[in-house]
């Protein structure tokens, strides 16, 4: 796991001083070691720099960037079959000066050339630079696990593994894209190909960009889609034969994620995922893993004495820790650094401090997720197309309930509080009653904020195109299957995994995703929803699994998820440090949101729409992010 940063400048205005700042800025993500390479010709300069944290031969010899014949490589990542295609390639006379996956994979695409992506397992970002073809490939694994940012204006195109880089280029512009900061508003994180800036994008997972250096011209190409194996037709297969299959899948995906020259530990929940990671790879140990958890104070939230419980019957040497709200108090200001962006997601906070403790003991963390997008963990997948269809019935008296709106919003109505939150739930029931299509009722069941709202608030106009509207892509009739192919191009990626990488990187500790191994998903896209939700119990065929490792009896409690009691901190001891950001004069002084608005949301809450919590702290965290880097 590493950090790459580059440039290709057609202005001649970089240069190397400039390109070792930009690397020094991801000095958290490999501490071990560092290289930079920068070339200038008549037309352009290039720079290449790399951050390392040794995992994979551990001797200088990994050093990047490395050179072979015409090419020159830069990588964060890994590649965990690598020593299956070495193996190939020797076969084909190559030689071999280091124990590493990086010189692996630079001699296979000397072979095969770009299509030697194909026949990688693994987490990526590489970059090749091709001086033959005068060409530069960048390339971002399947699922989107190693994070491949860019930025492209007047003849400078940046790249990085975070965007903290783009800042140490004196010609990077900050201009706030107003699609994205609404992306963030309406979901909590910002949707690919969007991040904050102008001109700046992420590279989507699963694509790679072919850029030309002779004709200045970048070429975006898609070389995986979950989609097209939820097109396939689905498979006539017994759940007893699916199982068998599924747990081949699982122990091949686990093991190779073990492959390392440092300690590996794994995180472990009181849930089903991270269960039968450990599980599966204890079963064959003869090692003891180690595991670790954070808990909470407050029992809604705590799931320690499950994941407890879990590492006795499994036999794992177990490291638990109960997060306070001082550990929040002394994490959060660090979230603007850390996430660079505005990220919403709060169970950032015990994400980063379950990668310090385990940072102690271990180099390589494995963490579960991925499971829920895969198998069908989360209720929306069910909850979803059952709206979707109550909605079709009730259309037919759509013109009427629209007529009857005002008597649910009488300002009389709300303040009886027939039910908790409400006016949230009026607005949302006629938000979705309004939809016309599976895509806009699951894409509004995302939403903190509505479009209406986020126009007042940033007082923009703005227009939001992402993978959320691709769901007409999967063609077949099956509801679910849609919804979970989007989960896994959208929420997945750019909150999930976003989450795990910069939380493990912020302490150099590299975390590993094993249910992401694209043969996992390629199998189980093709199975029936019949299979996957069974008995009213989702994840089905995963919990059949890990049944035999883990009693019923002890494992299959309610899903608490992953998440912090953050109503319950900002009620007793984080208010006045919210208030801090969120007063007249903070909110005026970044000079983007619009303070009357969040003085509404700010009093709501205070008259019990506890749900605004959500919303209040999206605002808190852009405030923090915009002073940081604006």
């Known amino acids: 796991m590493c950090g790459l940063v580059g440039f290709i400048d057609y202005n001649k205005k970089s240069n190397e001083e400039i390109l070792k700042k930009m690397n020094e800025s991801l000095y958290h993500r490999g501490p071990d070691d560092e290289g930079q390479n920068f070339y200038e010709n ?12 040794s995992i994979l031969d551990l001797s200088k010899r990994g050093r990047q960037p490395m050179q072979f014949d ?74 989107g696990v190693k994070p491949f940012y860019y930025y492209e204006k007047d003849n400078l195109f940046l790249f990085s593994s975070e965007l903290k880089a783009f800042h140490e280029h004196p010609n990077f512009i900050k201009e706030i894209d107003y699609n994205g900061l609404a992306s963030f508003f309406r979901y909590g994180y910002i949707t690919a190909p969007y991040t904050i800036f102008k001109y700046t994008y992420k590279l989507e997972a699963g694509h790679y960009i072919e850029y030309d250096l002779d004709l200045n011209k970048k070429t975006i190409h898609k070389y995986w889609d979950v989609y097209e194996f939820y097109n396939k037709p689905k498979l006539n297969i017994s759940e007893d034969k699916a199982i068998e299959k599924i747990e081949e899948l699982l122990e091949s995906a686990f093991s190779y994620r073990m492959v390392s020259d440092v300690p590996v530990g794994v995180f472990l929940s009181g849930g089903y995922d991270s269960a039968a990671v450990t ?49 929040a108090i002394d994490i959060i200001p660090k979230l603007a650094d850390i ?42 997948y069910y909850t979803v197309p059952l709206l979707y269809n109550k909605f079709l019935t009730l259309s037919k008296y759509k013109s009427i309930l629209n007529y009857i709106r005002p008597v649910f919003q009488n300002t009389v109505i709300n303040k009886l509080n027939l039910l908790p939150n409400y006016r949230n739930k009026v607005n949302k029931f006629y938000d979705m009653l309004n939809k016309n299509s599976l895509e806009e009722i699951f894409n509004r069941s995302n939403y903190y904020l509505n479009d209406e709202e986020i126009k007042i608030l940033i007082k923009k106009d703005f227009k939001i195109s992402n993978n959320f509207n691709t769901m007409e892509c999967i063609k077949n009739n099956d509801t679910t299957s849609k919804i979970l192919g989007v989960d896994y191009k959208t929420y997945m990626v750019d909150d999930i995994l976003t989450k795990v990488d ?30 996957k939700y069974k008995d009213n119990t989702p994840k089905y065929l995963l919990k059949q699994i890990v049944h035999k490792y883990i009693p019923k009896e002890i494992i299959d409690k309610p899903k608490k998820g992953f998440s912090i009691p953050i109503k319950e ?22 000079g983007i949101l619009d303070f009357m608005f969040v003085k509404e949301i700010l009093q709501r809450y205070e008259n019990g729409e506890t749900f605004l919590i959500k919303n209040i702290w999206f605002i808190f965290i852009f405030q923090q992010w915009a002073k940081r880097w604006l």
């Open 502 to 531: 910069r939380a493990t990187m912020s302490v150099s500790l590299e975390g590993r995703e094993p249910f992401l191994d694209h043969r996992i998903v390629e199998f189980v896209a093709q199975l029936p929803i019949s299979l």
């Open 569 to 590: 901190w900002y009620d007793t001891r984080l208010k006045d440090y919210f208030m801090d950001n969120l007063s007249q004069e903070a909110i005026e002084e970044v």
């Open 279 to 327: 599980a599966l790879l204890q079963k064959n140990s003869d090692k003891k893993l180690k595991t670790f958890t954070i808990g909470f104070e407050s029992k809604e939230f705590n799931e320690a004495d499950l994941a407890k419980k879990n590492s006795e019957i499994l036999g794992t040497e177990h490291h638990e820790y109960i997060a306070t709200v001082q550990d």
């Open 42 to 53: 008549t037309s352009f300069q290039i720079g290449l720099a790399h951050r390392r944290l």
């Open 70 to 143: 015409h090419l020159e490589i830069v990588y964060n990542g890994e590649v965990y079959n690598f020593k299956e295609i070495r193996e190939e390639l020797e076969n084909d006379k190559y030689i071999f000066e280091s124990d590493s996956d990086t010189e692996v994979i630079l001699k296979a695409y000397h072979k095969w050339g770009i299509d030697f992506v194909q026949r990688l397992i693994g987490m990526f970002s590489i970059v090749i630079y091709d001086k033959r073809k005068s060409k530069i490939f960048m390339i971002r694994d399947r699922a």
């Open 339 to 380: 996430y660079d962006e505005p990220f919403g997601d709060s169970s950032a906070i015990p994400t980063i401090l379950v990668s310090q403790i385990a940072k102690k003991e271990v180099s390589v963390a494995l963490s579960a997720d991925g499971s829920d997008e895969i198998f069908g963990g989360y209720n929306k």
